[in-house]
């Protein structure tokens, strides 16, 4: 994982961020769930004055779908992702060319885990020109 630029970093920059801790005994990140996420806002934090970055993370519900909570990170905690390439390589796999042929994908049986896709779409990464 890649930490961001906290000097290139832009709102509205798509990245990912820790989620859930799964595995406490291991050691750095691995153990960890990330989420993908909008940068809301970056800034300075109050009491640590340590760079800081306000994001929008996606956090799963029931299958193929998602809610959004707001949460504040240190940079450091901020990594870019590949979800935007591996997205557009799964769409393509399966024939996919828009969002409605996606949300009928969606709804055959044999079709889960497909909610971070559906957050990028309706964020308006992909299918978006």
Not at 94 to 118: L, P, S
């Amino acid at each position: 994982m890649k930490a961001v630029d906290f000097n290139k970093l832009q709102v509205g920059d798509l990245i990912q961020v820790p989620r859930t801790q799964f595995a406490p005994m291991r050691w750095g990140w691995n153990g960890w769930l990330f989420s993908e996420a909008v940068v809301i806002r970056k800034g300075i934090g109050r009491k640590s004055k340590k760079n800081v970055v306000t994001v929008e993370m996606m956090i799963p519900t029931e299958r193929n779908n998602y809610k959004t909570a707001k949460d504040t990170f240190y940079a450091d905690c901020v990594f870019t992702t590949p979800a935007i390439n591996n997205a557009k390589n799964i769409l393509k796999k399966y024939g996919i060319v828009d969002a409605e042929d996606f949300y009928k994908f969606i709804e055959r049986d044999d079709v889960t885990g497909c909610d971070w896709i559906r957050f990028l779409i309706e964020k308006g990464f992909l299918f978006n020109e």
